[in-house]
């Protein structure tokens, strides 16, 4: 394959590749966070000199501006001097999720530390390193052959973990600029480790905040408990109201128009390597799994909408003991929503049945933090196709098909505004630890990732 | 009367008293913040020198220490000068509550403000001001007379915000240190302005934290929701299960035993000055009252028990959005007890009623903070009746006696340990903002509390 020389050059610049990863790891790029506003841009200054030094073309950053706020800059580049070839678009997103808690990383979380194989660091897998394997795929290709097998459009986001409103308006508004045949998105995991895997559904979701208000000012409780309202009864009231304690939504309507998986997309989620008691053991770590129960677990992280609480600000949180009845209580909800959900839909069903089932004495206001659409790509693709037979060039083993349940809400976009599918191809594992104290990135998976990237280029450029 | 020399005293020095008692409220003397520890010390030498200033005899600090840390230390001093009269315990305590949210005060908590004949500040009314008024009374005494009417003994603890452990062990253990014929203790509010009152009634309380574990480690909702346990949502479920939404507590046996007030005592209370409508608009200020319907406010706040939830800690409560599933997630909840309820009976109950009710898949641990008994004070006494006299006096009205929801444990520490009655006599004011921002003290009521206090010494010295 002509692909070799890339390869080899991938491998033997491995240990600087890393070294660059790790630099930009170090950036503590939290993109909900306001204060790191200066932090997000860094991140973006760095993608960009990444994937100019790689060769790419026309690199420079977007300033993206949302109805609340000025959003982080999108980085852009492209490479498209490959005339009859097809277009590849490169998302990734170079901003990570906030890391506490803090207390429980072994190593601080932007001081990115090698052990056992792997870099632990916020945003190791969950998006920089996959997103890097992108860039030095490019590099890889350009610095050997001078040219790349197909036309690349690169496009990387700093507000993923936020929603990705910059992102969402500038491809609704200038598409033309991405117009491209297929995305490729290294966002995603590998369902076991060594097994090559493609994503091809994700889950939506709606995130809420959902606030409750009582008396007017906060109240003592020895003076006022017992006729004052307490808004985090209430709020508890209506959660336990909203999640029945079998894992059922109680929201009227909530499972209506829900697409069930095919008969032959379950059959080939039963055949995958999933042993339930050890992913209890291992990956989740409580006594028991608990939600709906007629359904499989990988039916329910992958199929199945749910509610989650994610922290409840407001009253008393310090140490010891405050006797105060707060004015106000405030939870954190999202719903993952499945195809044949709407995220409107859903948000406007929730809000009624909260504001019927809000107890007396207090007032509920329901807002809309973000919210994504839940999305399923057909395997009946060629990009698909060239992805798998990388990946198991690569591998040594036949590729699988499974779903995520996360929300990768640009997915849903290209499809929608771009018309184009996209090759959710990831790298990785169930026990990176995204979102939570100690995030890592399996080093080989960053090569492997490379190498697979690389050669689902030239597959595509030969199909043309 | 002979008290009129110690009252023109004080009425001379009036201003002089208020800029001490200032000088008092700068000190964040908050006992639950383990960095105040030093400010909470300062406090104590600040009302030790005071005492001392006034004349008092053998002033000392008590050091405290109780199982689970060293304590504050207690204010100890005595004028024991007066044999064959009574002896007057006089209790305060010079902590407060955490200030939290800062952001609602409209002066900063520690730099007490006048307005509209108020002093604003974190402590002003609870308890700093009404024991500062103990320590003028006895000043306005010794500085006119050059000896009490009665015999005297003080103690001013620094841990009643935090349960008061350290005065409890130490009333237990050196009971004959404090040997006394009744206890005057000023922490408590008149149920309207210009009406004296007197408290025979505190409710008591266990302040608690559940926790509630599930993952082993902070999980990605959107891999993991479905099927791991979401702590927030069991904890919600836990507490919709604890307090139905008509008020009721859900605990079986919660309610055994309970001692109703009597039709007397019920009686009197219909006649006192209460106007719901008022009382839910300018003290609560909720669209609506809560609790038990079938039991009026006064009752449903003094004589009835009720559950409050402080603050939920844990979990992700920055800005923005985290698509978390917490490990583990914490209620601060408190049950208000009525006479006939035992804090330790009360405990076991709630213990396993939340282990009975916990949901699968997550753990519960349930903590005992702090507790205080209930307690009722009769009125047929020597000492209320000198007290009931003294207010009269001053303010020119028949004084009432009410109940207070609240708790002052020291009060059944007295009454068990000592064998004395207490003298609650308060000259809060139902809009004081006890424990929450803009926390005031009615300047005029400082005033007239340490005439009533001058009067109440001179009657009870007189009736020996």
Redesign the interface.
């Given at each position: 394959m002509s692909s070799n020389e890339a390869i080899d050059y991938a491998k033997k610049n491995g240990a600087t590749f890393v070294a660059e990863l790790k630099d930009l790891l170090r950036i503590p790029s939290i993109s909900?966070?306001?204060e790191r506003v200066g932090d997000v841009r860094r991140a973006a200054e760095f993608v960009a000199e990444g994937l100019r030094s790689a060769g790419m073309e026309n690199v420079r950053l977007i300033e993206t501006t949302t109805q609340q706020r000025k959003g982080h800059p999108l980085v852009y580049a492209d490479w498209l001097n490959a005339p009859g070839r097809p277009t590849v678009l490169c998302y990734g997103h170079y901003d990570v999720?906030?890391p506490?808690?803090l207390d429980?990383w072994k190593s601080p979380p932007f001081e990115p530390d090698e052990r056992d194989g792997n870099i632990y660091a916020r945003g190791a897998v969950d998006d920089k390193g996959q997103m890097w394997m992108h860039v030095k795929a490019l590099e890889s290709l350009l610095k050997t052959d001078g040219k790349l097998p197909v036309n690349i459009r690169v496009i990387v986001e700093g507000e993923e973990?936020?929603?990705g409103e910059g992102i969402a308006a500038f491809v609704r508004e200038h598409g033309d600029q991405l117009q491209a045949d297929a995305a490729l998105v290294s966002d995603t995991?590998m369902f076991a480790p060594d097994l090559p895997t493609l994503c091809v559904g994700l889950?939506g979701?709606i995130?809420t905040e959902l606030e409750v208000r009582?008396?007017?000012?906060?109240?003592?409780?020895?003076?006022?408990?017992?006729?004052?309202?307490?808004p985090?009864?209430a709020?508890?009231?209506?959660?336990?109201?909203l999640?029945r304690?079998d894992?059922r939504i109680a929201i009227p309507g909530f499972y209506d128009g829900i697409e069930e998986p095919t008969k032959a997309e379950l059959e080939a989620w039963r055949s995958l390597p999933f042993d339930e008691e050890h992913y209890r053991k291992t990956?989740?770590?409580?006594?028991?799994?608990?939600?709906?129960e007629m359904f499989s677990?990988l039916e329910?992280?992958w199929s199945?909408?749910?509610?989650?609480?994610?922290?409840?600000?407001?009253?008393?949180?310090?140490?010891?003991?405050?006797?105060?009845?707060?004015a106000k209580?405030l939870?954190?909800i999202?719903f993952?929503l499945v195809p044949g959900m709407k995220p409107e839909e859903t948000f406007a069903k929730y809000k009624a049945f909260v504001e019927e089932v809000c107890?007396?004495?207090?007032?509920v206001d329901v807002r809309m933090?973000?919210s994504g659409e839940p999305i399923v790509v057909s395997t009946d693709n060629e990009y698909i196709r060239a992805a798998q037979q990388a990946m198991a060039q690569v591998f040594g083993k036949e590729t699988v098909f499974v779903r995520?349940?996360?929300?990768i809400p640009i997915v849903g976009d290209f499809v929608r505004e771009l018309g184009i599918p996209t090759v959710m191809m990831g790298f990785g594992l169930p026990d990176d630890?995204?979102?939570?104290?100690?995030e890592k990135f399996h080093i080989a998976n960053f090569h492997r990732g490379i190498e697979s990237i690389i050669r689902f280029f030239e597959i595509v450029g030969q199909s043309a």
């Open positions: 909900t966070t306001p999720q906030p506490d808690p429980e973990e936020v929603g995991e889950r979701m995130y009582g008396a007017a000012q906060d109240l003592h409780s020895g003076m006022y408990g017992g006729a004052a309202p307490n985090f009864v709020l508890a009231q209506m959660i336990a109201r999640k304690e894992g990956e989740v770590g409580s006594t028991e799994l608990t939600g709906e677990v329910r992280t199945r909408p749910t509610m989650d609480v994610h922290g409840m600000p407001g009253g008393f949180i310090g140490a010891g003991a405050k006797t105060v009845i707060p209580a939870a954190k999202s993952r107890p007396k004495g207090v007032q933090i973000h995520g349940g996360g929300s630890n995204l979102h939570a104290p100690n």
